[in-house]
């Protein structure tokens, strides 16, 4: 218990703070989620109680897309000395990666369940035509980019707020360049090794794709798909990059209906990866 | 010119009227549709001329799911007598079917352009909100239902507006029922010829998906699939079921995205009609 620790590499969500609840993790491969006021927390946790039991699951697509589940545990935080807090605990998923580079791309047009309270729905409107969420079906949440050096590349959210579809673009490739200091560039040295191949970004988000096109037992409003790799270690065997839903806490259950506004940005998703791969193919170009 | 009248199965959409204009139909397979106000008109108009031109869109794509535009021209209106008014000359999807089965599916959960001005915003995502667009991610804007004998059914347009996800279901089996009058039940014994097998709509809409995740020329909010088919012909040869997108007054060119949200929401009509021919091949079951 003494080794717990706020996490180094998060790049969305609550962070810890003395005066602030937020994740933390053992570094021995677990993760702990405080569960989140005004009812989220309560709902994260039906849904990881729901899903991780449900028959109609696949097994390949829970173990490989989702951070496995194991339960709750009380834990004291810093911000209220002597109270202890619920939290998720949940599987680490940036555990061994010595150099990680990571994106947190919040998935769908829409991140309200359409049976939110009104003020939910106005404010979540208001942020989904603010970004790109509504024009590009998703938006990248956080960032960070490591190098086999050890620099690190990741914007405050203040710039990640004001991003354009060209500025994702930018974005998703720096996520493959090789210099990951802020003098960093867009040489998308690892967009082959990260983005294409067989265990790839792209063939793992195609995977995803498939079940998404049948799957009617849950809706994943304002889930993320969180992107990992180690620098030092996606070209070698192993080394694959991850691909992993997060956020559960606005997952509602579906009316016998597939999650049209997921499955949307998924494939929006997956072109605009797929054009950045094909673009490094071709011979250089202006961008 | 003296053949001109309004289209006796037209489902959905502005209606010819003394007073109002409408759609007209020369009986030799043309279809004359008023270019509507507030730009629309121009805004369909020039969507036509784009897409009828544009290199990148497959003829094969063209051909199958759209109707063939034919230019514009002015005709006098029955709403205000000496007066002419442009119409846009589009192929009669109908023409040449004796009992029409029509259906009009608004495709996506969002019917309004992002740069869209704001009362009209409103305007749309509240309609969107009271019907199952957001839910489903399309709805039904009209359907009428032929049989061999000639009987007719054409639920009104309040009867539409109140549908709901059981409501939607119960009018795609509906669709393809062999009795059409008022009396008429939900035997499906059409949902094989019409929805299944080889040129059925399933496999056409699923031939439109396969470009939709890839095109990054447009985006089709509040366009419509029209499906339909001819009691009489549709088990015979020649008589497969025609699928074809219309309305395209609100159709804005992409910036290098695909049309997530009309993707998300044909894939969810594909679902949802896969659905009805699975149950069909079943033993019966209570729906």
Chains 1, 2 share one sequence.
């Not at 030092?232 to 049209?260: Q, W, Y």
Request: charged residues 20%; negative net charge.
């Amino acid at each position: 218990m003494s080794d717990l620790r706020a996490p180094e590499h998060q790049v969305a969500g609550h962070r810890a703070a003395p005066n602030k609840l937020g994740p933390l993790v053992d570094g021995a491969g677990l993760f702990y989620k405080p569960l989140q006021a005004l009812d989220r927390g309560e709902q994260e946790l039906a849904f990881y109680t729901a899903f991780s039991a449900h028959p109609d699951v696949p097994p390949r697509i829970r173990d490989t897309f989702f951070p496995r589940f194991h339960g709750t545990r009380l834990l004291p935080t810093a911000a209220s000395p002597g109270e202890s807090h619920p939290h998720l605990v949940l599987d680490d998923l940036l555990d061994g990666l010595a150099a990680p580079s990571v994106t947190d791309i919040k998935i769908g047009a829409c991140t309200w369940p359409p049976r939110a309270p009104e003020p939910y729905v106005t404010k979540c409107l208001a942020k989904d035509r603010g970004s790109t969420s509504v024009l590009l079906g998703f938006r990248v949440s956080g960032v960070m980019v490591s190098d086999a050096s050890g620099a690190v590349w990741r914007p405050d959210r203040s710039e990640l707020k004001g991003t354009d579809i060209p500025g994702v673009r930018r974005m998703l490739r720096r996520y493959v360049s090789s210099a990951g200091g802020d003098g960093g560039g867009e040489d998308c040295a690892l967009a082959a090794a990260v983005y294409g191949g067989e265990g790839g970004v792209l063939a793992q988000l195609r995977e995803l794709k498939a079940w998404f096109e049948v799957q009617t037992l849950f809706h994943f409003y304002s889930a993320s798909v969180l992107l990992s790799y180690d620098a030092n270690a996606v070209t070698a065997p192993g080394g694959a990059p991850r691909v992993k839903l997060v956020d559960f806490a606005h997952v509602v259950e579906s009316e016998g209906v597939i999650d049209h506004n997921f499955l949307g940005g998924l494939c929006s998703l997956i072109k605009f990866i797929d054009d950045i791969v094909s673009s490094e193919k071709a011979p250089p170009v202006q961008v």
